[in-house]
């Protein structure tokens, strides 16, 4: 199985894109972008050289992923949403030098419209809801909202709101409603258990 382009599109010489991955209409990827398997680029999507895209991730319409951007695997990156490199730009300074890099780890969720300033690692399944500015890192599992983005929950990795106190409260518990999956935070951090 090999990767399908739309006519519309344009995957420059050079560029990576894994079997059964599909380039929608309109999207542009450079030449030394990565792209693994069985992912979906929406209409409009731009992916620059510097980008790395891990299997089934999936990147909605009007999205440009610029130079030092990593999505690990199984990442949603929703319509509209913002990625930057440069963290003070200016026209008339070039600072190409200067990327800040974003990881986006593996399975979370990036709402529509939301913004991810560089040099910020968004965590294993954590939730960024629409429109929400994110400055800073954000753990894994956490539900962030608002500008600037701030934690307002937690999410079981199947994507549903735990039953958690959001501030860390050592041995406290919950259940995925959905899959029925046990989480326990500890330390501020919250574990699938085993």
Same mark, same amino acid.
């Given at each position: 199985? @090999? ?10 010489? !050079? ?5 059964? @991955? ?6 542009? +990827? *450079? ?10 680029? !929406?209409? /409009?999507?731009?992916?620059? /050289? ?54 986006? *780890? ?12 560089? =040099? ?7 939730? +960024?809801?629409?429109?929400? +500015?994110? @400055?800073?890192?954000? #753990? ?6 608002? +500008?600037?983005?701030?934690?307002? =929950? ?22 995925? #409603?959905? @899959? ?15």
């Amino acid at each position: 199985m @090999t990767a399908w382009v739309h006519p519309s599109s344009v995957v420059d010489e !050079g560029a990576q894109l894994g079997a059964g @991955t599909k380039v929608w209409h309109f999207s542009h +990827v *450079c030449a030394g972008a990565r792209v693994g398997e069985n992912c979906s680029l !929406g209409q /409009n999507v731009f992916l620059g /050289n510097d980008v790395r895209i891990g299997d089934g991730v999936k990147i909605q319409n009007n999205v440009s992923v610029y130079d030092a951007v990593t999505l690990e695997d199984g990442v949603f990156v929703g319509p509209s949403a913002v990625f930057t490199n440069v963290h003070n730009p200016r026209a008339t300074v070039v600072r190409k030098h200067e990327y800040r890099r974003t990881l986006v *780890c593996q399975g979370a969720t990036l709402g529509a419209n939301c913004t991810i300033v560089c =040099g910020s690692t968004i965590g294993a399944f954590a939730f +960024v809801g629409a429109g929400a +500015v994110v @400055t800073k890192d954000v #753990p894994a599992h956490a539900l962030m909202a608002g +500008v600037p983005a701030r934690q307002i =929950g937690w999410m079981s990795r199947h994507g549903e709101k735990l039953a958690l106190p959001l501030k860390a409260v050592d041995g406290a518990e919950a259940t995925c #409603p959905a @899959t029925g999956e046990r989480y326990r935070l500890s330390d501020g951090h919250l574990t699938l258990i085993a």
